[in-house]
């Protein structure tokens, strides 16, 4: 017996849905909560497996949570870290999160010392951490790396740098962002990353006292102070989540709505959209995607932000692979982010791998099958494919999906779609439904 997501293929997605908090977003700003010993609140806060993780790590730093409707529409929690009880974070409290690694800086700024266990994870790729120690270097740390553990100690204190990425990181972004931001004078980033996320921590600091600007450009200029406050803060909306249900409607060509994401966050998702035909309309806070036409395949390459999202090179794939003629997706962010395609085979889809780059043939028939989440966005990736597919399709290890889709199931019957939590013998998938 195990526990399984069936996805049932009965027609086009139509309707409207809501993108809930964007959880990109909410790991760095609940990690931003320690840099201060005062509340922060943030609202339109996820109820996702990835979530809870971060929130357990804060509370075995020592910080204390009050949730205010955590999980619904709105949820919100506010985290007050007094004192720090430790600065250090194991392999135990980081393995499962890779993003739990970027508590190292926070803790390095308020403690002048942070012991932060290497990241485990997802494994889609190498995501190597060593922009952020270099960066960290350059601000007066000093860093070891022993058994598995980094080692980070600022004994004449942290400074301002003038550091320049090689390739715009998500992670050393936020990292070098809240370091900076309690460290009295100028720090400036260049190569930074763009992504609507790293916009979103620069609006938290702000609010909690430092001065940034151009977050969401490639140079961030940084001026800092030791004294940050407490404040609060509203979530964007998931750029992920919205992209993920927006390919579900046009691999079952329908018309799909999702409000609460603005549609400049998704970068050039709609621009490829429209290259394939869809019809698409932005509001300020909604995004529409009418794929109910005849679609043609497209070339596309993922890349930073406003760039295609790595996250949604799996979702997009799997809606390529029912679009007749040819596709490509080169993939140029992580180099082991291709282990869905293995999976799409099993429900009929044509694609061929050489390195990077996968060409897809579409196939106008997917036909549903029992197939292995092995990642978050594999996992979504299966999901649309399910849903286009003829049959029932049953997706193993769906602890993934809740680490990043809330409320998915509720969502998807929204659209009119059919998704549920299983639990079966492995023989009897085949003749089993919702």
């Not at 407490?230 to 409000?259: H, P």
């Not at 709609?270 to 932005?282: N, P, Q, T």
Request: hydrophobic share 40%; glycine share 10%; charged share 20%.
């Amino acid at each position: 017996m195990y526990e399984c997501i069936e996805v049932v293929g009965k027609g086009s997605l139509n309707g409207s849905v809501v993108a809930g908090g964007a959880k990109n977003a909410a790991l760095p700003l609940l990690m931003a909560t320690l840099l201060t010993d005062e509340p922060v609140t943030l609202s339109n806060v996820p109820a996702l497996e990835d979530i809870t993780h971060v929130r357990q790590l804060l509370e075995a730093l020592g910080s204390q949570m009050d949730l205010h409707r955590i999980g619904l529409d709105g949820g919100a929690v506010t985290i007050q870290t007094k004192e720090l009880s430790r600065h250090s974070a194991s392999h135990s409290l980081i393995k499962a999160l890779r993003a739990s690694f970027w508590i190292l800086g926070p803790l390095l700024a308020r403690c002048g010392e942070a012991q932060v266990s290497l990241p485990g994870g997802d494994i889609i790729g190498a995501r190597p951490v060593d922009i952020h120690l270099e960066a960290l270097t350059a601000m007066g740390a000093n860093i070891e790396l022993k058994h598995g553990v980094v080692f980070a100690t600022a004994p004449h204190g942290l400074r301002p740098a003038h550091i320049t990425f090689r390739y715009p990181s998500v992670g050393a972004t936020h990292q070098i962002l809240m370091v900076a931001a309690r460290i009295s004078g100028t720090t400036i980033i260049e190569g930074a990353a763009r992504e609507p996320e790293i916009e979103s921590m620069a609006e938290l600091l702000s609010r909690m006292g430092a001065h940034i600007e151009g977050a969401g450009t490639s140079r961030i200029l940084i001026s800092g102070t030791p004294h940050l406050s407490g404040t609060s803060l509203d979530l964007i909306g998931d750029r992920i989540e919205a992209g993920t249900y927006l390919c579900a409607g046009v691999a079952t060509r329908g018309k799909v709505t999702v409000n609460g994401v603005r549609p400049a966050h998704v970068g050039k998702l709609l621009d490829i959209f429209s290259e394939m035909g869809c019809e698409i309309e932005r509001g300020n806070n909604s995004i529409t995607v009418d794929a109910q036409h005849d679609l043609r395949g497209v070339s596309v390459t993922t890349g930073p932000f406003p760039e295609l999202a790595t996250d949604l090179q799996a979702p997009l794939l799997a809606a390529l692979c029912t679009v007749e003629g040819e596709s490509s997706v080169e993939e140029t962010v992580y180099e082991a982010r291709f282990r869905h395609v293995a999976e799409l085979w099993r429900l009929g889809a044509h694609i061929e791998l050489s390195d990077r780059c996968a060409r897809i043939i579409g196939t106008p028939r997917l036909s549903g099958a029992a197939v292995e989440g092995h990642d978050i966005r594999a996992a979504a990736s299966l999901v649309v494919a399910g849903l286009a597919a003829e049959g029932s399709t049953f997706i193993s290890e769906p602890h993934h999906l809740r680490r990043g889709y809330e409320r998915l199931e509720e969502k998807i019957a929204a659209l009119g779609g059919t998704i549920c939590n299983r639990i079966a013998d492995a023989e009897d998938l085949m003749f089993s439904g919702c």
